[in-house]
């Protein structure tokens, strides 16, 4: 949720949650933009909201949240992303984004990577033949950029190469 704030009415050390049907939801929140005071002008936050919700509200914190995030870890092997049931292995280098997904304890998917296809001129009905050049992932670094209660992102850079070309960073 996008959420906008008057002047000085939240402070950068406050935080806030998401309620919904008079219970707070764990909540991850952050600033989007300052107004001259330092106040937050523009804030954004995050919760799993069950469905058939009727009431939503957003409710101001004193302070930041120092709960601990339960969502991912990160070793020199990989990232694992954890949300209960499903669990994402991201290796930090290599050409998979997706190393795989295991969905309570089976394993549904592995080596997934992009794929960035190009032919060397456009179709048209006088087209004799296209010719298709294919460039797959090469995932430079991968790492968790942000995590919070119930959102966690994880920041992969690289490119996409196929022969001796690079390209598409």
């Not at 058939?52 to 339960?70: H, I, K, M, V, Y």
């Not at 010719?131 to 994880?154: K, L």
Request: net charge neutral; glycine share 10%.
């Amino acid at each position: 949720l996008g959420i906008p704030f008057s002047k000085g009415e939240m402070k950068p050390s406050q935080s806030g949650n998401i309620v919904v049907n008079g219970k707070v939801l764990d909540t991850d929140f952050w600033p989007l933009a300052y107004w001259a005071d330092g106040s937050i002008k523009w804030g954004a936050a995050a919760a799993v909201i069950p469905s058939g919700s009727d009431e939503l509200s957003f409710q101001t914190a004193t302070q930041l949240s120092n709960a601990p995030s339960r969502a991912a870890s990160a070793s020199p092997t990989g990232i694992v992303v954890n949300t209960g049931p499903l669990k994402a292995y991201i290796a930090p280098r290599g050409n998979c984004l997706i190393d795989s997904l295991v969905l309570n304890g089976v394993r549904i998917a592995e080596q997934g990577h992009l794929i960035c296809s190009t032919q060397n001129q456009p179709y048209d009905e006088q087209t004799g033949s296209l010719q298709f050049n294919h460039y797959r992932s090469v995932i430079d670094t991968a790492y968790v950029e942000r995590q919070g209660q119930v959102r966690t992102t994880v920041r992969i850079d690289g490119h996409h190469a196929g022969g001796s070309r690079q390209w598409l960073p």
